[in-house]
Protein backbone atom coordinates (compact mmCIF):
# COMPACT_ATOMS: atom_id res chain seq x y z
CA UNK A 1 0.00 0.00 0.00
CA UNK A 2 1.60 3.40 -0.82
CA UNK A 3 1.73 6.11 2.03
CA UNK A 4 -0.36 8.34 0.42
CA UNK A 5 -3.51 5.69 0.63
CA UNK A 6 -2.44 4.36 3.97
CA UNK A 7 -2.67 8.04 5.18
CA UNK A 8 -5.98 8.48 3.66
CA UNK A 9 -7.36 5.49 5.15
CA UNK A 10 -6.29 6.92 8.76
CA UNK A 11 -7.68 10.65 8.08
CA UNK A 12 -10.97 8.66 7.29
CA UNK A 13 -10.85 6.15 10.24
CA UNK A 14 -9.95 9.48 12.09
CA UNK A 15 -12.94 11.51 10.93
CA UNK A 16 -15.20 8.50 12.45
CA UNK A 17 -15.83 6.95 8.78
CA UNK A 18 -17.21 3.48 8.79
CA UNK A 19 -14.44 0.79 6.92
CA UNK A 20 -16.94 -0.37 4.42
CA UNK A 21 -17.74 3.53 3.11
CA UNK A 22 -13.49 3.62 3.07
CA UNK A 23 -14.00 0.80 1.29
CA UNK A 24 -16.26 1.73 -1.49
CA UNK A 25 -14.78 5.22 -1.32
CA UNK A 26 -11.06 4.20 -2.02
CA UNK A 27 -11.44 0.76 -3.48
CA UNK A 28 -8.80 -0.72 -0.28
CA UNK A 29 -9.90 -3.80 0.68
CA UNK A 30 -11.97 -4.25 4.12
CA UNK A 31 -9.66 -6.11 5.54
CA UNK A 32 -6.70 -4.06 5.03
CA UNK A 33 -8.56 -1.38 6.43
CA UNK A 34 -9.34 -3.36 9.99
CA UNK A 35 -5.79 -4.04 9.85
CA UNK A 36 -4.70 0.05 9.69
CA UNK A 37 -7.42 0.93 12.22
CA UNK A 38 -5.79 -2.04 14.83
CA UNK A 39 -2.50 -1.00 14.15
CA UNK A 40 -3.76 2.84 14.58
CA UNK A 41 -5.79 2.36 17.46
CA UNK A 42 -2.61 0.01 19.41
CA UNK A 43 -0.46 3.24 18.40
CA UNK A 44 -2.24 5.76 19.91
CA UNK A 45 -3.44 3.77 22.89
CA UNK A 46 0.47 2.58 23.69
CA UNK A 47 2.38 4.51 26.40
CA UNK A 48 6.09 5.84 25.52
CA UNK A 49 7.72 2.49 26.58
CA UNK A 50 11.40 4.16 26.80
CA UNK A 51 11.96 3.59 30.42
CA UNK A 52 14.36 7.01 30.05
CA UNK A 53 14.28 9.82 32.45
CA UNK A 54 13.03 13.73 31.06
CA UNK A 55 15.99 15.27 29.46
CA UNK A 56 16.69 17.67 31.70
CA UNK A 57 18.24 15.08 34.43
CA UNK A 58 20.48 13.84 31.90
CA UNK A 59 24.14 15.48 32.18
CA UNK A 60 26.65 14.65 29.75
CA UNK A 61 29.69 13.55 30.64
CA UNK A 62 32.80 16.11 31.03
CA UNK A 63 35.03 16.32 27.60
CA UNK A 64 38.17 14.20 27.63
CA UNK A 65 41.14 15.59 27.80
CA UNK A 66 42.78 16.50 24.43
CA UNK A 67 45.95 14.59 23.37
CA UNK A 68 49.15 16.46 23.50
CA UNK A 69 50.01 17.41 20.10
CA UNK A 70 53.20 15.10 18.64
CA UNK A 71 56.28 16.93 17.62
CA UNK A 72 57.92 14.95 15.32
CA UNK A 73 56.69 15.03 11.38
CA UNK A 74 53.84 12.50 10.54
CA UNK A 75 55.54 9.52 8.71
CA UNK A 76 54.25 7.03 6.65
CA UNK A 77 54.67 3.04 7.97
CA UNK A 78 56.52 1.26 6.08
CA UNK A 79 53.46 -0.99 5.71
CA UNK A 80 51.85 1.78 3.72
CA UNK A 81 54.76 2.41 1.14
CA UNK A 82 53.27 2.53 -2.59
CA UNK A 83 53.52 -0.73 -4.41
CA UNK A 84 54.22 1.19 -7.20
CA UNK A 85 57.37 2.41 -5.88
CA UNK A 86 60.31 0.17 -6.88
CA UNK A 87 58.99 1.04 -10.87
CA UNK A 88 58.78 4.78 -9.75
CA UNK A 89 61.67 5.48 -12.29
CA UNK A 90 59.61 3.41 -15.28
CA UNK A 91 55.91 4.92 -14.26
CA UNK A 92 57.16 8.76 -14.52
CA UNK A 93 58.95 7.68 -17.95
CA UNK A 94 55.83 6.83 -18.87
CA UNK A 95 53.65 9.64 -17.10
CA UNK A 96 56.32 12.16 -19.08
CA UNK A 97 54.98 10.09 -21.98
CA UNK A 98 51.20 11.13 -21.48
CA UNK A 99 50.10 7.62 -21.13
CA UNK A 100 47.21 7.13 -18.57
CA UNK A 101 46.81 4.89 -15.35
CA UNK A 102 45.62 2.60 -17.16
CA UNK A 103 47.75 1.52 -20.01
CA UNK A 104 50.70 2.02 -17.48
CA UNK A 105 49.22 -0.61 -15.05
CA UNK A 106 48.85 -2.77 -17.69
CA UNK A 107 52.16 -2.36 -18.84
CA UNK A 108 53.57 -3.16 -15.31
CA UNK A 109 51.60 -6.36 -15.06
CA UNK A 110 52.82 -7.73 -18.39
CA UNK A 111 56.20 -6.62 -18.54
CA UNK A 112 57.35 -6.61 -14.50
CA UNK A 113 54.97 -9.19 -13.03
CA UNK A 114 53.68 -6.96 -10.88
CA UNK A 115 50.65 -7.87 -8.36
CA UNK A 116 49.86 -4.55 -7.03
CA UNK A 117 45.99 -3.34 -7.87
CA UNK A 118 44.85 -1.16 -10.60
CA UNK A 119 44.28 2.13 -7.78
CA UNK A 120 47.66 1.82 -6.37
CA UNK A 121 48.86 2.79 -9.51
CA UNK A 122 46.12 5.19 -10.67
CA UNK A 123 46.95 6.77 -7.13
CA UNK A 124 50.75 6.68 -8.00
CA UNK A 125 50.10 8.43 -11.75
CA UNK A 126 48.01 10.99 -9.71
CA UNK A 127 50.42 12.08 -8.08
CA UNK A 128 53.45 12.43 -9.98
CA UNK A 129 50.91 14.33 -12.31
CA UNK A 130 50.43 17.29 -9.62
CA UNK A 131 52.39 19.80 -11.12
CA UNK A 132 52.48 23.03 -9.43
CA UNK A 133 50.20 25.95 -11.70
CA UNK A 134 52.32 27.94 -14.30
CA UNK A 135 53.56 31.12 -13.03
CA UNK A 136 52.89 34.43 -14.81
CA UNK A 137 54.70 37.70 -14.30
CA UNK A 138 52.48 40.51 -13.59
CA UNK A 139 52.97 43.67 -15.81
CA UNK A 140 52.17 46.86 -14.84
CA UNK A 141 52.09 49.76 -17.13
CA UNK A 142 50.89 53.57 -16.79
CA UNK A 143 48.17 54.76 -19.01
CA UNK A 144 48.54 55.56 -22.47
CA UNK A 145 52.08 53.32 -22.00
Not at 58 to 78: H, K, M, N, V
Not at 88 to 113: K, P, S
Request: with cysteine; proline share 11%.
Amino acid sequence: MKPHQKSTVVTLLQNGVSQREIWRKTGIDRKTIRKLAQETEAEANSPMATGSPGLAVQIPPPWPPAPAPDPSPLRLPAHARSACEPHRAWIEAQVRLGRNAMATYQDLVDRFGFEGRYNSVKRFCRALRTQAPEQFDRLEFLPGE
